[in-house]
């Protein structure tokens, strides 16, 4: 027995249930105590045509759990260690916060990043965003390599 959802498309009742991965491609640079909505990414798929790379924004096609994952990193010219946090928000209410501590590195070493993961009931409609909070002295500007600024949106049920 599938996963039935009305109106969604796939084949007899096993739909094609929407997936988005996505990662960063403009090297957004988050100043010093800032919170900022990640912005222009460049889209790998978008099953159901949810997610508008340039503003960020992720819009549910249906009522469902969602798997949503995602990794935040870049390079900063601060001489200490701060705390920065990625911060997933439904516009229809709620946040949830993922605090990294990203040590203090410069354009000559290899840029650093966390990843992290909830499985959240959404309903259609409802909007979310991915945004960086960045508790440090210094802006953070995000990598653009694609393996340490993504997120992945995969719905896994009703």
């Keep these: 027995m599938g996963i039935g959802i009305p109106s969604a498309p796939g084949v007899g009742n096993q739909p094609?249930?929407?997936?988005?991965l996505a990662t960063n491609s403009a090297g957004q640079s988050i100043g010093s105590g800032a919170?900022?909505?990640?912005t222009n990414w460049t889209l790998s798929y978008d099953t159901h045509g949810?997610?508008?790379?340039?503003?960020?924004?992720?819009?549910?096609?249906?009522?469902?759990?969602y798997q949503i994952s995602?990794?935040?990193?870049?390079?900063?010219t601060s001489a200490t260690v701060?705390?920065?946090?990625?911060?997933?928000?439904?516009?229809?209410?709620g946040t949830f916060d993922a605090y990294v501590s990203i040590p203090a590195v410069t354009a000559s070493t290899v840029p650093v990043g966390q990843s992290t993961s909830i499985?959240?009931?959404?309903?259609?409609?409802?909007?979310?965003?991915l945004q960086a909070v960045n508790g440090g002295p210094n802006a953070l500007t995000l990598d653009t390599g694609g393996t340490l600024c993504w997120w992945s949106i995969n719905m896994t049920n009703d």
């Excluded at 094609?16 to 988005?20: A, F």
């Excluded at 995602?70 to 900063?76: A, E, I, K, V």
């Design 35 to 38: 919170t900022a909505t990640t």
């Design 119 to 129: 499985c959240l009931r959404l309903q259609k409609g409802n909007t979310i965003t």
């Design 82 to 93: 701060f705390a920065t946090r990625a911060r997933l928000v439904n516009a229809a209410g």
């Design 50 to 65: 949810g997610f508008t790379a340039s503003t960020g924004v992720y819009t549910v096609p249906y009522t469902g759990f």
């Design 16 to 20: 094609l249930l929407p997936k988005v």
């Design 70 to 76: 995602w990794s935040l990193g870049g390079l900063t």
